[in-house]
């Protein structure tokens, strides 16, 4: 399957631990494309409807829903959990999430 950075796929994130978001969700490919397409794993952050606004939070409409990137949940799943490519986000959302995760991992 080619996966590409911002595209967003339906993931299944079972069987999680606590706090994690769980279930199969929308969520944001954020890894680079020449990581996806080197290894069977992708760097993904949920997407939700409910929820607090954090800064680690992007907000977002995604087909006709609001919502949020969750970036304080990232992880890295195998591509056997991608369960089907939903579309991309806009170059402006994109644009957010990056700079939000140069905010999170700068020192």
């Known amino acids: 399957?080619?996966?590409s950075?911002?595209?967003v796929h339906l993931v299944n994130l079972?069987?999680?631990?606590?706090k994690e978001i769980r279930k199969t969700?929308?969520?944001l490919v954020i890894s680079p494309d020449e990581v996806s397409r080197a290894i069977r794993t992708v760097i993904v952050a949920p997407m939700t409807t409910r929820g607090k606004d954090y800064p680690t939070?992007?907000?977002?409409?995604f087909?006709?829903?609001t919502g949020r990137i969750v970036l304080d949940q990232i992880r890295t799943v195998d591509q056997r959990r991608l369960v089907r490519k939903l579309g991309r986000v806009s170059?402006?959302?994109?644009?957010?999430?990056?700079?939000?995760l140069e905010e999170m991992?700068?020192?």
């Open 1 to 3: 399957m080619g996966v």
């Open 5 to 7: 950075r911002f595209e």
């Open 14 to 18: 079972d069987p999680t631990v606590g």
């Open 25 to 27: 969700r929308p969520c």
């Open 57 to 61: 939070r992007v907000p977002c409409r």
């Open 63 to 65: 087909q006709g829903t």
């Open 91 to 100: 170059k402006k959302i994109s644009g957010e999430v990056l700079l939000v």
């Open 105 to 107: 991992f700068a020192e």
